[in-house]
């Protein structure tokens, strides 16, 4: 009888307010582009929450609390004590992962259609944004700030209501006749101008305290202050399952195209002339309250249900990331908090009957100790706050609602043994307040306490990135997708080193981060990059791309094994076109190759070295009478192509003319060909450093074996001639119009047990380098000196263009150069100067070890995929200064592919956060190195086409890996051989066939 009652009143009060947003919301109307006013002339601002900047936990999460609490309580304290409060809100919604996901890949997608790959080739971000939603969830947190109108003092109340007077008057006699009509337009009456400039100094002061590092004190946050459109939309999307666009925003008073509320002509009606008010803008449907299982409010197809906090964890605030773990990706779920200032002030008749029958029963006696706790921390100086939770969570179906409110329930009731309620009396109004700073009610409770363990509950501490978007999408495992970028603004410096022991999943995470550069965000053309590598991994990323563009951009894709063969030979000496002088950066370049070949010349070596370098480019420079003749011999094809034009050879003719006379046809790649003859080689150095310039000033210079340095010279660049014959003859080896490529060092590169060996891979890379990355390095100011006038032009304009865009320069197993000082200096270099070239420079290798202590101290970003034993953990806390959070997070997670710890220095302050790589069956596919799945991927793409052969193996094998079905088919063949082919071969004929056969 009494719930039959119950129901009808609750049905009776549903149906008098229709459910109607408007008759629950406090929000009135924009007074500027980042303030709101509420319907008691409050001020409203809002503050993006995107989480922590580092990784949380231990000593620096209590730390990150306090900062927040501090901040709290002191702008709470200020002025008479009840000038502002607050209001938090979070939302996570695994239905809303795909949105934010694809949102994240857009401008990739994007890069790849203005490539012109067609919409079937795009396999790759389907499996991408597939793959990360089974991990992924959307998240967003925000905080309200207000500054009441209570706050003000009795004169200042006064003087404000004088102010509104008058303000009222001069809106009647400017729009006289006009009714202003709150049902149906925003109003636009505006709050007391006295209250602005408090707003305004307390937001501002928040968000720096917010986002101050937490060493100076500050909360270590990530945060923005939104503006009207942009906390609407967040606020919109605290309360609307239905999806809607990331653009979305309400319209404004003053908004350009403003519509009328109205459709009709209501004389003097502001609906006729003002926009709707907002939330009929923001809740377009009614609630329908249901008073069934549980209180439940209906909106359009989603069912709402929620619950109020009334008992807080037994600590007094247990962490919320505990709670977020306990839901994790099951169910959709949302909770806010308003916390009000003056906590003692509230359930006043609690305190009251705490302290008559304080004496009487067990639970009485707890309720007395409790209140005289408070008031003991508020006279001690811990500031106790009052907070109002509510949690709401929503499905399709009712009965779906219930099953997602149980859960809520009980994962919160096991947060540190909470109490809460679904019996609210309103469930309309407790979804509503799952967006803070909408309601103007709230059905929770208040419930005091210390703001010092009530901000331990506060959703504010979720991981999050710096990046919006970027070349790398990674997630959190909490299940926020984590974007990284390369070569963004928000670093000085672009400098990257990453190691991980054999077997971490290094190669995978590369591929993955080489694929998202090739496809960056607002790309017209495909970018520069250049991996040195040793081994095929690198080539992977290559042939899915290669496979992917259109046919007029594949060669600008390059997949380069070099080998011991002549055609490979690229000159180092090799100039800028029409240019007879090296670039500055070539002749550093040239110094640290030198060098590398005649490695005992001591500390003067390298000084030596530049000026032989220099000799020998002024004794075959134009205006030398030793400078080359032309011959024949040098390019047969070349010549008889020049004659046939009607150029006339002599004996005389030298290279720098023929040079000269192709580029003035316009035949410029004939005219860089014929330059490779006119520069210096390695065997010309010999001669240079026997000049009488050299001799005079170096004569009687020694070694520290006491031999003469020239002679030594002399002696390692002869021996080198024949020992690195790729490096001492004209360049004959061409990439043509590539733009990016893989350079595989495998079939070159020497031992890692010798000096020798480590001395010959360091050649080899910076060989590597001069053949793929010897246009990276370029500004017109520092090339304008050397150009002859007939290339001005034509070098100005290449220049530009090159050094207006980002390039790629990644130098991988690292570990095979470890300690050869040539070529440790030219990385150096490289990562000291990249950013003035657009250049982001990257080593990858084994050990932090493999890298010399300048390049790590030159780099802003860090991936430690493993460390491989507790030495290797000791120098990198040792060298990054990392917290015992960091440390513990990188040995307990940090254990196998899939997950690297990141460190980012950024203009925000430093970075830290533990990553996970997800992929799918076709990414898998495309970057697998194991023996045999590369075999069987190759005789597949063999045989269907690069792409299909991916899709079919992802559609038969979606683990990304056959190796376990060749286990099982070996196991059951046991000892029968006459089938002679090799695993791979066979799954690859049966794949092939069953396909065949379904086409057919």
Same mark, same amino acid.
């Given at each position: 009888?009494?719930?039959?009652?119950?129901?009808?009143?609750?049905?009776?009060?549903? *149906?008098?307010?229709?459910?109607?947003?408007?008759?629950?919301?406090? &929000?009135? /109307?924009a007074?500027?582009?980042?303030?709101?006013?509420?319907?008691?002339?409050?001020l409203?601002?809002?503050?993006?929450?995107?989480?922590?900047?580092?990784?949380?936990?231990?000593?620096?999460?209590?730390?990150?609390?306090?900062?927040?609490? %501090?901040?709290?309580a002191?702008?709470?304290?200020?002025?008479?004590g009840?000038?502002?409060?607050?209001?938090?809100?979070?939302?996570s919604?695994?239905?809303?992962?795909?949105?934010?996901?694809?949102?994240?890949?857009?401008?990739?997608?994007?890069?790849?259609?203005?490539?012109?790959?067609?919409?079937?080739?795009?396999?790759?971000f389907?499996?991408?944004?597939?793959?990360?939603?089974?991990?992924?969830?959307?998240?967003?947190?925000y905080?309200c700030?207000?500054?009441?109108?209570?706050?003000l003092s009795?004169?200042?109340?006064?003087?404000?209501?004088?102010?509104? *007077?008058?303000?009222?008057?001069?809106?009647?006699?400017?729009?006289?006749?006009?009714?202003l009509?709150?049902d149906?337009?925003?109003?636009?009456?505006?709050?007391?101008?006295?209250?602005?400039?408090?707003?305004?100094?307390?937001?501002?002061?928040l968000?720096?305290?917010?986002?101050?590092?937490?060493?100076a004190?500050?909360?270590?946050?990530q945060?923005?202050?939104?503006?009207? /459109?942009?906390?609407?939309?967040?606020?919109?999307?605290?309360?609307?399952?239905?999806?809607?666009?990331?653009?979305?925003?309400?319209?404004?008073?003053?908004?350009?195209?403003?519509?009328?509320?109205?459709?009709?002509?209501?004389?003097?009606?502001? %609906?006729?002339?003002?926009?709707?008010?907002?939330?009929?803008?923001?809740?377009?449907?009614?609630?329908?309250?249901?008073?069934?299982?549980?209180?439940?409010?209906?909106?359009g197809?989603?069912? !709402?249900?929620?619950?109020?906090?009334?008992v807080p964890?037994?600590?007094g605030?247990?962490? #919320?990331?505990?709670?977020?773990?306990?839901?994790?990706?099951?169910?959709?779920?949302?909770?806010?908090?308003?916390?009000?200032?003056?906590?003692t002030?509230?359930?006043?008749?609690?305190?009251?009957?705490?302290g008559?029958?304080?004496?009487?029963? @067990?639970?009485?006696?707890?309720?007395? +100790?409790?209140?005289?706790?408070?008031?003991r921390?508020?006279?001690?100086? @811990?500031?106790?706050?009052?907070?109002?939770?509510v949690?709401?969570?929503?499905?399709k179906?009712?009965?779906?609602?219930?099953?997602?409110?149980?859960m809520?329930?009980?994962?919160?009731?096991?947060?540190?043994?909470?109490?809460?309620?679904?019996?609210?009396?309103?469930?309309?109004?407790?979804?509503?307040?799952?967006?803070?700073?909408?309601?103007?009610?709230?059905?929770?409770?208040?419930?005091?306490?210390?703001?010092s363990?009530?901000?331990?509950m506060?959703?504010?501490?979720?991981?999050?990135?710096?990046?919006?978007?970027?070349?790398?999408?990674?997630?959190?495992?909490?299940g926020?997708?984590?974007?990284?970028?390369?070569?963004?603004?928000?670093?000085?410096?672009?400098?990257?080193?990453?190691?991980?022991? =054999?077997?971490?999943?290094?190669?995978?995470?590369?591929?993955m981060?080489?694929?998202?550069?090739?496809?960056?965000?607002?790309?017209?053309?495909?970018p520069?990059?250049?991996?040195?590598?040793?081994?095929?991994?690198?080539?992977?990323?290559?042939?899915?791309?290669?496979?992917?563009?259109?046919?007029?951009?594949?060669?600008?894709?390059?997949?380069?094994?070099?080998?011991?063969?002549k055609?490979?030979?690229?000159?180092? *000496?090799?100039?800028?076109?029409g240019?007879?002088?090296?670039t500055?950066?070539?002749?550093?370049f040239?110094?640290?190759?030198?060098?590398? $070949?005649?490695?005992?010349?001591g500390?003067?070596?390298?000084? *030596?070295?530049?000026?032989?370098?220099?000799e020998?480019?002024?004794? #075959?420079?134009?205006?030398?009478?030793?400078?080359?003749?032309?011959?024949?011999? !040098?390019?047969? %094809?070349?010549?008889?192509?020049?004659e046939?034009?009607?150029?006339?050879?002599?004996?005389?003719?030298?290279?720098?003319?023929?040079?000269?006379?192709?580029?003035?046809?316009?035949?410029?790649?004939?005219?860089?060909?014929?330059?490779?003859?006119?520069?210096?080689?390695?065997?010309?150095?010999?001669?240079?450093?026997?000049?009488?310039?050299l001799?005079?000033?170096?004569?009687?210079?020694?070694?520290?074996?006491?031999?003469?340095?020239?002679?030594?010279?002399?002696?390692?660049?002869?021996s080198?001639?024949?020992?690195?014959?790729?490096?001492?003859?004209f360049?004959?080896?061409?990439?043509?119009?590539?733009?990016?490529?893989?350079?595989?060092?495998?079939?070159?590169? /020497?031992?890692?047990?010798?000096?020798?060996?480590?001395?010959? =891979?360091?050649?080899?890379?910076? &060989?590597?380098?001069?053949?793929?990355?010897?246009?990276?390095? $370029?500004?017109?100011?520092?090339?304008?000196?050397?150009?002859?006038?007939?290339?001005?032009?034509?070098?100005?304009?290449?220049?530009?263009?090159?050094?207006?865009?980002?390039?790629?320069l990644?130098?991988?197993?690292?570990?095979?150069?470890?300690?050869?000082?040539?070529?440790?200096?030219?990385?150096?270099?490289?990562?000291?100067v990249?950013?003035?070239?657009?250049?982001?420079?990257?080593?990858?290798?084994?050990?932090?070890?493999?890298?010399?202590?300048a390049?790590?101290?030159?780099?802003?970003?860090?991936?430690?995929?493993?460390?491989?034993?507790?030495?290797?953990?000791?120098e990198?806390?040792?060298?990054?200064?990392?917290?015992?959070?960091?440390?513990?997070?990188?040995?307990?997670?940090?254990?196998?592919?899939?997950?690297?710890?990141?460190?980012?220095?950024?203009?925000?302050?430093?970075?830290?956060?533990?990553?996970?790589?997800?992929?799918?069956? #076709?990414?898998?596919? +495309?970057?697998?190195?194991s023996?045999?799945?590369?075999?069987?991927?190759?005789?597949?793409?063999?045989?269907?086409?690069?792409?299909?052969?991916?899709?079919?193996?992802?559609?038969?094998?979606?683990?990304?890996?056959?190796?376990?079905?060749?286990?099982?088919?070996?196991?059951?063949?046991?000892?029968?051989?006459?089938?002679?082919?090799?695993?791979?071969?066979? !799954?690859?004929?049966?794949?092939?066939?069953?396909?065949?056969?379904?086409?057919?």
């Amino acid at each position: 009888m009494i719930d039959s009652i119950e129901r009808t009143f609750y049905w009776f009060s549903s *149906f008098l307010l229709e459910g109607d947003a408007l008759a629950h919301t406090q &929000l009135r /109307g924009a007074v500027d582009d980042m303030i709101l006013a509420t319907t008691s002339d409050d001020l409203i601002s809002f503050i993006e929450i995107n989480g922590s900047r580092k990784l949380v936990g231990g000593l620096e999460l209590d730390k990150q609390i306090a900062a927040v609490a %501090a901040k709290l309580a002191q702008v709470m304290k200020s002025g008479n004590g009840a000038q502002h409060s607050f209001g938090i809100s979070f939302r996570s919604s695994p239905d809303g992962a795909e949105r934010v996901l694809r949102e994240l890949v857009a401008p990739s997608v994007a890069t790849a259609e203005r490539f012109g790959v067609p919409s079937d080739r795009l396999d790759y971000f389907d499996d991408q944004v597939k793959a990360l939603m089974s991990k992924c969830t959307d998240e967003q947190v925000y905080l309200c700030a207000l500054t009441h109108r209570d706050g003000l003092s009795p004169a200042e109340k006064k003087r404000a209501s004088e102010w509104r *007077f008058e303000a009222q008057g001069k809106f009647i006699k400017a729009a006289k006749g006009v009714r202003l009509n709150d049902d149906h337009a925003q109003n636009p009456r505006v709050p007391s101008p006295m209250l602005f400039p408090r707003h305004r100094s307390m937001v501002s002061n928040l968000v720096s305290a917010l986002r101050g590092d937490v060493d100076a004190n500050g909360a270590g946050l990530q945060v923005r202050e939104l503006d009207c /459109g942009e906390a609407l939309n967040l606020m919109r999307r605290q309360i609307d399952a239905t999806p809607f666009p990331t653009s979305w925003r309400p319209r404004f008073i003053g908004d350009r195209g403003t519509v009328a509320s109205t459709a009709g002509t209501r004389k003097g009606d502001s %609906a006729n002339m003002l926009p709707p008010p907002l939330a009929r803008q923001m809740v377009t449907e009614k609630y329908r309250e249901l008073f069934v299982d549980a209180e439940i409010a209906k909106k359009g197809q989603w069912h !709402f249900a929620s619950v109020v906090l009334e008992v807080p964890p037994e600590s007094g605030g247990e962490p #919320f990331s505990d709670l977020a773990s306990m839901i994790g990706r099951e169910i959709p779920w949302s909770v806010s908090f308003e916390v009000s200032p003056n906590g003692t002030s509230f359930r006043q008749a609690d305190q009251m009957y705490g302290g008559f029958v304080g004496g009487f029963g @067990d639970t009485n006696k707890k309720i007395r +100790a409790a209140w005289l706790e408070l008031k003991r921390l508020h006279k001690s100086g @811990d500031y106790v706050c009052a907070i109002r939770v509510v949690f709401t969570t929503w499905a399709k179906t009712e009965s779906g609602c219930v099953d997602n409110l149980s859960m809520l329930r009980s994962s919160i009731e096991s947060w540190g043994s909470a109490i809460v309620s679904n019996e609210t009396g309103s469930p309309a109004l407790a979804a509503l307040c799952a967006a803070a700073g909408f309601a103007k009610r709230n059905p929770a409770p208040y419930i005091p306490g210390p703001i010092s363990e009530l901000a331990t509950m506060f959703p504010m501490l979720r991981p999050a990135s710096v990046w919006k978007t970027g070349q790398l999408l990674t997630h959190t495992k909490e299940g926020r997708p984590y974007p990284v970028a390369f070569g963004s603004t928000l670093q000085n410096f672009w400098g990257t080193i990453g190691f991980a022991p =054999s077997g971490y999943g290094k190669s995978f995470l590369l591929s993955m981060l080489n694929y998202g550069i090739l496809m960056s965000a607002g790309l017209d053309e495909v970018p520069y990059l250049v991996v040195i590598d040793v081994g095929p991994s690198s080539r992977l990323v290559m042939d899915l791309v290669r496979g992917m563009l259109p046919e007029r951009l594949k060669p600008q894709i390059a997949s380069i094994r070099i080998r011991n063969d002549k055609k490979y030979t690229v000159n180092i *000496f090799d100039t800028q076109h029409g240019c007879d002088m090296p670039t500055q950066v070539d002749l550093d370049f040239q110094v640290s190759v030198v060098s590398s $070949l005649a490695p005992t010349l001591g500390e003067e070596g390298d000084r *030596f070295c530049a000026m032989v370098i220099r000799e020998a480019y002024r004794k #075959f420079g134009r205006k030398s009478p030793d400078q080359r003749v032309w011959q024949r011999s !040098f390019d047969q %094809a070349l010549h008889d192509r020049l004659e046939q034009s009607g150029y006339a050879f002599s004996e005389k003719t030298r290279v720098w003319d023929v040079v000269d006379a192709l580029f003035d046809m316009g035949r410029i790649d004939d005219s860089i060909l014929a330059q490779r003859y006119a520069v210096p080689r390695l065997s010309d150095l010999v001669g240079a450093a026997q000049s009488k310039v050299l001799r005079d000033q170096w004569r009687s210079a020694i070694t520290k074996n006491g031999e003469l340095l020239i002679d030594v010279f002399i002696r390692s660049i002869t021996s080198a001639q024949s020992e690195y014959e790729l490096i001492s003859g004209f360049t004959k080896f061409d990439i043509g119009p590539a733009r990016a490529m893989s350079i595989d060092l495998e079939e070159v590169v /020497g031992s890692m047990n010798s000096e020798e060996g480590k001395r010959r =891979s360091g050649i080899m890379f910076m &060989l590597a380098r001069r053949l793929g990355a010897k246009n990276f390095f $370029l500004r017109w100011d520092e090339i304008e000196e050397i150009v002859p006038d007939r290339y001005r032009t034509y070098q100005r304009d290449r220049v530009e263009k090159i050094s207006a865009a980002i390039k790629f320069l990644e130098y991988d197993e690292k570990h095979y150069t470890s300690g050869v000082t040539g070529v440790d200096n030219q990385i150096n270099v490289d990562l000291r100067v990249g950013r003035k070239y657009k250049t982001v420079t990257m080593m990858f290798s084994q050990l932090l070890a493999d890298f010399p202590r300048a390049a790590v101290d030159n780099c802003y970003t860090y991936l430690v995929l493993g460390t491989g034993s507790s030495a290797s953990t000791k120098e990198l806390q040792e060298t990054f200064s990392l917290s015992e959070s960091e440390i513990g997070a990188i040995e307990k997670e940090c254990t196998g592919p899939g997950r690297v710890f990141a460190l980012f220095k950024t203009t925000m302050g430093a970075t830290s956060q533990v990553l996970h790589t997800t992929a799918g069956p #076709f990414m898998m596919w +495309a970057f697998s190195t194991s023996t045999d799945d590369a075999l069987l991927r190759k005789l597949v793409t063999e045989r269907l086409g690069y792409l299909e052969g991916l899709r079919a193996l992802a559609k038969a094998y979606p683990s990304g890996s056959a190796r376990k079905a060749m286990e099982l088919y070996q196991n059951k063949r046991g000892n029968d051989d006459s089938d002679k082919r090799t695993l791979p071969e066979v !799954f690859a004929d049966r794949l092939v066939s069953d396909i065949e056969a379904v086409a057919a």
